[in-house]
Protein backbone atom coordinates (compact mmCIF):
# COMPACT_ATOMS: atom_id res chain seq x y z
CA UNK A 1 0.00 0.00 0.00
CA UNK A 2 1.87 3.24 -1.19
CA UNK A 3 0.63 6.65 -1.61
CA UNK A 4 2.38 10.20 -2.26
CA UNK A 5 1.80 14.05 -3.15
CA UNK A 6 4.50 16.14 -4.27
CA UNK A 7 6.10 19.11 -2.62
CA UNK A 8 8.40 21.46 -5.07
CA UNK A 9 10.84 18.53 -6.49
CA UNK A 10 10.53 15.87 -3.32
CA UNK A 11 8.15 13.50 -3.36
CA UNK A 12 6.38 12.20 0.03
CA UNK A 13 5.44 8.77 -0.03
CA UNK A 14 3.43 7.12 2.29
CA UNK A 15 3.57 2.76 3.45
CA UNK A 16 2.69 0.36 5.85
CA UNK A 17 5.79 -1.56 6.49
CA UNK A 18 8.79 -2.87 8.60
CA UNK A 19 11.26 0.36 8.39
CA UNK A 20 14.30 -1.91 8.56
CA UNK A 21 13.55 -3.10 5.34
CA UNK A 22 12.95 0.30 3.24
CA UNK A 23 15.97 1.28 1.02
CA UNK A 24 16.55 4.62 1.26
CA UNK A 25 19.90 7.05 1.77
CA UNK A 26 18.76 7.35 5.59
CA UNK A 27 16.48 5.58 7.74
CA UNK A 28 15.39 7.38 11.07
CA UNK A 29 15.32 5.96 14.36
CA UNK A 30 12.98 6.36 17.02
CA UNK A 31 15.92 6.36 19.84
CA UNK A 32 16.06 6.65 23.37
CA UNK A 33 18.18 9.52 24.99
CA UNK A 34 20.52 6.65 26.01
CA UNK A 35 21.14 5.27 22.33
CA UNK A 36 21.85 1.71 23.42
CA UNK A 37 19.17 0.56 21.50
CA UNK A 38 15.41 -0.37 23.33
CA UNK A 39 11.92 -1.75 22.13
CA UNK A 40 9.87 -1.17 19.26
CA UNK A 41 11.32 0.88 16.21
CA UNK A 42 14.93 1.33 18.02
CA UNK A 43 15.00 -1.96 18.48
CA UNK A 44 14.28 -3.33 15.44
CA UNK A 45 16.95 -1.19 13.60
CA UNK A 46 19.56 -2.00 16.67
CA UNK A 47 18.87 -5.73 15.63
CA UNK A 48 18.33 -5.76 11.72
CA UNK A 49 21.20 -3.34 11.30
CA UNK A 50 23.64 -5.48 13.89
CA UNK A 51 26.62 -3.98 16.32
CA UNK A 52 27.79 -1.32 13.95
CA UNK A 53 25.14 0.54 14.76
CA UNK A 54 25.71 0.51 18.60
CA UNK A 55 29.55 0.64 18.26
CA UNK A 56 29.14 4.24 16.74
CA UNK A 57 26.21 4.96 19.49
CA UNK A 58 28.16 4.19 22.18
CA UNK A 59 31.34 6.59 20.70
CA UNK A 60 28.96 9.39 20.64
CA UNK A 61 27.34 8.21 23.84
CA UNK A 62 31.21 8.88 24.94
CA UNK A 63 31.81 12.26 22.98
CA UNK A 64 28.36 14.27 23.93
CA UNK A 65 26.80 11.62 26.59
CA UNK A 66 23.86 10.81 24.56
CA UNK A 67 20.95 12.36 22.77
CA UNK A 68 18.83 15.20 24.25
CA UNK A 69 14.88 15.15 23.13
CA UNK A 70 14.13 16.91 20.44
CA UNK A 71 17.76 15.82 19.26
CA UNK A 72 19.05 14.05 16.13
CA UNK A 73 22.88 12.15 15.51
CA UNK A 74 23.84 10.19 12.38
CA UNK A 75 25.49 6.57 12.26
CA UNK A 76 26.10 3.88 9.84
CA UNK A 77 23.57 1.88 9.14
CA UNK A 78 25.31 -1.75 9.10
CA UNK A 79 23.57 -4.31 7.30
CA UNK A 80 19.98 -1.95 6.81
CA UNK A 81 19.64 -1.26 2.86
CA UNK A 82 20.21 2.18 3.88
CA UNK A 83 23.44 4.33 4.08
CA UNK A 84 22.57 6.29 7.58
CA UNK A 85 20.77 5.95 10.31
CA UNK A 86 19.67 8.83 11.89
CA UNK A 87 18.76 8.46 15.31
CA UNK A 88 16.59 11.42 17.01
CA UNK A 89 15.07 11.07 20.98
CA UNK A 90 11.01 11.78 20.52
CA UNK A 91 9.27 13.60 23.85
CA UNK A 92 7.03 10.79 26.28
CA UNK A 93 3.79 12.44 25.91
CA UNK A 94 2.69 14.08 29.44
CA UNK A 95 -0.59 16.00 28.58
CA UNK A 96 0.95 18.63 26.21
CA UNK A 97 2.01 20.48 29.33
CA UNK A 98 6.29 19.98 28.48
CA UNK A 99 6.62 21.61 25.07
CA UNK A 100 6.31 18.17 23.71
CA UNK A 101 4.88 19.59 20.03
CA UNK A 102 7.83 21.49 19.60
CA UNK A 103 10.25 18.72 20.94
CA UNK A 104 8.27 16.60 18.45
CA UNK A 105 9.09 18.94 15.46
CA UNK A 106 12.62 19.96 16.51
CA UNK A 107 13.23 15.61 15.62
CA UNK A 108 11.90 16.20 12.33
CA UNK A 109 13.72 19.09 11.85
CA UNK A 110 16.66 18.21 13.14
CA UNK A 111 16.50 15.08 10.88
CA UNK A 112 16.22 16.90 8.04
CA UNK A 113 19.38 19.34 8.51
CA UNK A 114 21.07 16.04 9.12
CA UNK A 115 19.97 14.67 5.91
CA UNK A 116 20.94 17.88 3.96
CA UNK A 117 24.58 17.97 5.51
CA UNK A 118 24.80 14.17 4.60
CA UNK A 119 23.28 14.99 1.07
CA UNK A 120 21.16 12.33 1.32
CA UNK A 121 18.24 12.51 -1.32
CA UNK A 122 16.14 9.77 0.73
CA UNK A 123 14.85 9.66 4.18
CA UNK A 124 12.32 7.41 6.01
CA UNK A 125 10.65 8.16 8.96
CA UNK A 126 9.17 6.25 11.15
CA UNK A 127 6.06 7.04 13.37
CA UNK A 128 8.21 9.37 16.29
CA UNK A 129 6.83 8.77 19.83
CA UNK A 130 3.06 7.03 19.08
CA UNK A 131 4.32 3.61 20.44
CA UNK A 132 5.31 3.47 24.08
CA UNK A 133 5.66 7.37 24.53
CA UNK A 134 2.28 7.80 24.27
CA UNK A 135 2.51 10.90 21.40
CA UNK A 136 -1.30 11.50 20.21
CA UNK A 137 -1.14 9.38 16.54
CA UNK A 138 -3.07 12.33 15.24
CA UNK A 139 -1.32 15.47 16.65
CA UNK A 140 1.70 13.62 15.82
CA UNK A 141 1.08 12.83 12.21
CA UNK A 142 0.20 17.06 11.95
CA UNK A 143 3.72 18.05 13.55
CA UNK A 144 5.66 15.47 11.09
CA UNK A 145 3.68 16.61 7.81
CA UNK A 146 3.70 20.32 9.12
CA UNK A 147 7.50 19.87 9.72
CA UNK A 148 8.39 18.00 6.27
CA UNK A 149 5.93 20.77 4.07
CA UNK A 150 8.19 24.01 5.66
CA UNK A 151 10.86 22.40 5.50
CA UNK A 152 10.76 21.45 1.93
CA UNK A 153 9.13 24.91 1.50
CA UNK A 154 11.92 26.57 2.93
CA UNK A 155 14.73 24.64 1.74
CA UNK A 156 17.59 26.55 0.45
CA UNK A 157 18.13 26.87 -3.55
CA UNK A 158 21.87 26.31 -2.88
CA UNK A 159 21.26 22.85 -1.51
CA UNK A 160 19.99 20.18 -3.68
CA UNK A 161 16.89 18.82 -2.50
CA UNK A 162 15.70 15.48 -1.16
CA UNK A 163 14.25 13.62 -3.87
CA UNK A 164 12.11 10.88 -1.26
CA UNK A 165 10.51 11.11 2.33
CA UNK A 166 9.19 8.29 3.03
CA UNK A 167 7.22 8.01 6.16
CA UNK A 168 6.87 4.00 7.05
CA UNK A 169 3.62 3.19 9.27
CA UNK A 170 3.69 -0.38 11.56
CA UNK A 171 -0.12 -0.40 12.09
CA UNK A 172 -3.30 0.50 10.13
CA UNK A 173 -4.17 3.43 12.72
CA UNK A 174 -0.84 5.43 11.82
CA UNK A 175 -1.40 4.53 7.68
CA UNK A 176 -5.31 5.84 7.92
CA UNK A 177 -4.35 8.75 9.55
CA UNK A 178 -1.35 9.76 7.70
CA UNK A 179 -3.22 8.80 4.43
CA UNK A 180 -5.99 11.30 5.22
CA UNK A 181 -4.11 14.06 6.25
CA UNK A 182 -1.40 13.76 3.29
CA UNK A 183 -4.07 14.32 0.99
CA UNK A 184 -4.17 18.20 2.37
CA UNK A 185 -0.05 18.88 1.94
Known amino acids: MEHSVQINQTTISLLKGDITKIKADAIVNAAN ?28 RERQGG ?3 GEAVTTTAGNLPASYVIHTVGPV ?8 MEKLRSCYMNC ?3 AAEHNV ?3 AFPNISTGIYRFPKQLAADIALKAVADSLNRASTEQEP ?4 TFVCFDDENFDIYRSKMTGL
Open 121 to 123: KSI
Open 112 to 114: LRL
Open 93 to 100: WNGGTNNE
Open 33 to 60: TSLLGGGGVDGAIHKAGGKSILEECMKI
Open 162 to 165: LEHI
Open 67 to 69: CAV
